[in-house]
């Protein structure tokens, strides 16, 4: 997802999860030992809420404060954050395989941008490497847009996790897939700026 350039850039979403000064520099190994292991794929897809192909596919769980999904890739005891990971990350490598150094910092590592602009996306169609440089540029040429994700007014944390919390409440209630979608389109309606005219 663009994010303002006042905001971090995307590859700090996972300082920001394990706090500094400690850097989230996931070996490329480690990547892969998590997505070969049937029960942390189980335990993410748990908490992915698929949909049709084109449209996105929510994090149903944990939403850090930038707006992305959180995931506790590694089986630790404990609440402790290490492990822990952008679900966008792990989706998009779920499907693409390990990407090096993807989510490291520095100017000329790769950064996932969301084609869709929605942070809690999850769907690897809706994902796509970038750099932060084209991330920004994106932000400037689509935050302005009423109608985008961008706009909403709870900003994209508040939004994600409305979004979140409204597919749980759904899944909770036994709703129907068209109960569930009416649901997302309430929540995400719900943070709209308002059109005077
Ligand atoms: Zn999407």
């Given at each position: ?26 070996p490329a ?99 796509r490497l ?46 129907t897939a ?20």
């Open positions: 997802m663009p994010s303002p350039p006042s905001e971090q850039p995307q590859h700090d979403d996972q300082l920001a999860l394990f706090g500094p000064p400690q850097r989230a520099r996931i190994e480690l990547w892969q030992s998590w997505l070969d292991d049937p029960a942390v794929v189980a335990r993410f897809e748990a908490k992915r809420y698929r949909r049709s192909e084109q449209t996105c596919w929510i994090w149903a769980a944990g939403i850090s404060s930038t707006g992305h999904g959180t995931f506790r890739a590694a089986s630790l005891p404990g609440r402790s954050r290490r492990g822990t990971v952008p679900a966008h990350l792990f989706a998009y490598q779920l499907e693409h395989g390990v990407i090096p150094r993807l989510g490291w910092s520095g100017a000329d590592d790769p950064c996932l941008c969301h084609r869709c602009d929605e942070a809690g996306c999850v769907n690897p169609a809706h994902l970038g750099t932060n440089a084209e991330n920004r540029a994106e932000w400037a040429r689509r935050h302005r847009n009423p109608h985008g994700p961008l706009a909403d007014l709870r900003g994209a944390a508040g939004r994600a996790r409305a979004v979140a919390a409204a597919i749980r409440a759904g899944i909770t209630a036994g709703d068209d109960q569930i979608e009416r649901r997302i389109r309430e929540a995400q309606t719900a943070g709209a700026p308002l059109t005077l005219w």
